[in-house]
Nanobody
Framework: QVQLVESGGGLVQPGGSLRLSCAAS????????IGWFRQAPGKEREGILCISNSDDSTYTEDSVKGRFTISRDNAKNMMYLQMDDLKPEDTGVYYC?????????????????WGQGTQVIVSP
């Protein structure tokens, strides 16, 4: 099992940027599929960016294409979500997650390790 802790959320104006970090402990993050998920107010959790542990192939949810980037630093046991050109509809709680093996790359039901979440609010 790997333990995950997010940081970096906050309040940002539309058009602004935030970088979320996720620190892993207890196991090497490089062994895992990793992903960022978000839950907007009143909506179900959705996978927005997920990356494979083998070939770094990436799933990107349509609404964040060209604006958000996922990355990992295996040496530091960290993963990141760079969010640019933020919009009010990006508001929500963001979670990092990790899984040893997934069939569908960004299906949250297949991820067994979760952080506690960090709030992102995009508002003027």
């Amino acid at each position: 099992q790997v333990q995950l802790v997010e940081s970096g959320g906050g309040l940002v104006q539309p058009g602004g940027s935030l970088r979320l970090s996720c620190a892993a402990s207890g196991s090497e993050l490089g062994y895992y599929f990793i992903g960022w998920f978000r839950q907007a107010p009143g909506k179900e959790r959705e996978g927005i960016l997920c990356i494979s542990n083998s070939d770094d192939s990436t799933y990107t949810e349509d609404s964040v294409k060209g604006r958000f980037t996922i990355s990992r630093d295996n040496a530091k046991n960290m993963m990141y979500l760079q969010m640019d050109d933020l919009k009010p509809e990006d508001t929500g709680v963001y979670y990092c997650a990790a899984a040893i093996l997934v069939a569908t790359q960004c299906d949250g039901d297949e991820y067994e390790n979760w952080g506690q979440g960090t709030q992102v609010i995009v508002s003027p």
